[in-house]
């Protein structure tokens, strides 16, 4: 619903008397950690006077992205949302199709899905792991779908569906093993999510690199930042020149500036690409410490009753990106904002996770499979502080807050 211009007046002022505003006092949930070569490197970046896109620091960023994912081919992309609209692109998702995609996520994926004029489909989220359900996407092309030329068709409608959208969530990752045969079975492309998943394994490779194009974002919360920015890698050099080329304004020609089709102006800066580049040698210690604050958190979650943690599967090797809990059963959203409300009293950043994507309106007229999951996870589910660079004392003093908040629920 219209949120109208009187009611958004208020809501500004309202919010701007709010007695603690985030980030001033409390401690946040995911802020960048900038101490390591970051104003170095950006130093030289604008010591060498290539700022914009021309000259070696994309180039630079890219190659080392690349080589830390295993992958041989990175774009650098101005944030992750613009590289998912890409990768769609270049993936062949036309205005019409159908792609399939999680109910539960941030919005960014289903977004660039309308972009580019297609259809997001929603799939329900697994109970246990949070992740786009694997099973559903089985059942949805094994029961509503049928294979004509090796090209995957909706029954009812006849609408063509192309591709599979997977969002790794929170920095676990979904079941690869099962997604990836069922969609290449019925002749999809796979896009990958893994904005949130940089430094998340599966089978002890990148997430993000299994399917046919994966996108990352250096958002100012995501694990590593570039201020923003986003790199959309392939194994398929053609995917990724075609992704390079539509980010380039789609210049056939550089020199006479001939174009074919549309294009984007999608490119990273220099001086983001060298924060990134500073960002990305500190990925290690980042993980290391979100891994030594996500068990201090799980052992605490263990002696508060009824809390529970989101499931990892055993073949993945999670970032830790933000760790997030479900409250009690039977404890609904109106539960949850309170208990947010108490953490945030306690002098703590807390967050719910994301609107089932079937109920917004933005998302209308929608096609959902079988939506069973997703709504209670949204209402339970709370993240808390998670950066890397949270103090031994600032963990406590979070886990003597869930106490708190815990103890009145
Ligand atoms: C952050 C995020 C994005 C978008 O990345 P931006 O760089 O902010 O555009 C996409 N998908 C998911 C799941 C995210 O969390």
Redesign the pocket.
Known sequence: MAMGTGNLLKWIVAFRRMKSPPSATLIPLHAPELSGNESRLVQECLESGWVSSAGPWLARFERAFAARAGVPHAVAVV???SG?HLALKAAGVEPGDGVLVPDL??A??VNAVHYCGARPIFLDADPQTWQMDAAALEEFLAQECELRDGACFEKKSGNRVRAALP?H?LGSACDMDRILPAARSSGLRVVE?A??AVGTLYRGRQAGTLGDCGVF???GN?IITAG?G?MVVSRDEMLAERVRYLANQAKDDPEEYFHRELGYNYRLSSVQAALGLAQLERLDAFLARKRQVAAAYGEALGRLAGLEAMRVAPEVSPNFWLYTFLLPRGVAAEGRRAFIGRLREEGVEARSLWHPMHSLPVNAPLRAFRIRHAPELFARAVSIPSGPGLTDAQVERVIAALAAAHSRL
């Open positions: 944030n992750g949302t998912l996520t941030f960014a994926p969002v969530l999510d904005a949130e974002s250096f958002n995501k923003g986003g």
